[in-house]
Nanobody, 121 residues
């Protein structure tokens, strides 16, 4: 199973970005997908996740109300819409796949490479 994250870039504070995670090599509809981020010098943290059929989404306190996760099974893709971005949102964002939705990164067996989000103040 391979995951390809994309969509990062440079944005001003208050702006928006849309991240994508394309999954290949497995049965996409079987996977829950989580988004994590890691800023320099900080630990990786859970941002948002969506279960295998899109019926349930989970958000961290910092992302709730500003970020939206969704999935398109026809495109084997999960999206993370980032709105009202703040400088503290700046990090490398990673998507990961697992058979169950969890905030615990150890549950996720497959990871994509990071896509960098830079927020200028």
């Amino acid at each position: 199973v391979q995951l390809q994250a994309s969509g990062g870039g440079l944005v001003q504070a208050g702006g928006s970005l849309s991240l994508s995670c394309v999954v290949s090599g497995g049965t996409f509809s079987m996977f829950a997908i989580g988004w994590y981020r890691q800023a320099p010098g900080k630990e990786r943290e859970f941002v948002a996740g969506i279960d295998w059929n899109g019926g349930y989404a989970d958000y961290s306190d910092s992302s709730k109300g500003r970020f939206t996760i969704s999935r398109d099974d026809a495109k084997n893709t999960v999206y993370l819409q980032l709105n009202s971005l703040k400088p503290e949102d700046m990090a490398a964002y990673y998507c990961a796949a697992a058979t169950i939705l969890s905030r615990n990164s150890k549950v996720y067996g497959f990871w994509g490479q990071g896509t960098l989000v830079t927020v200028s103040s």
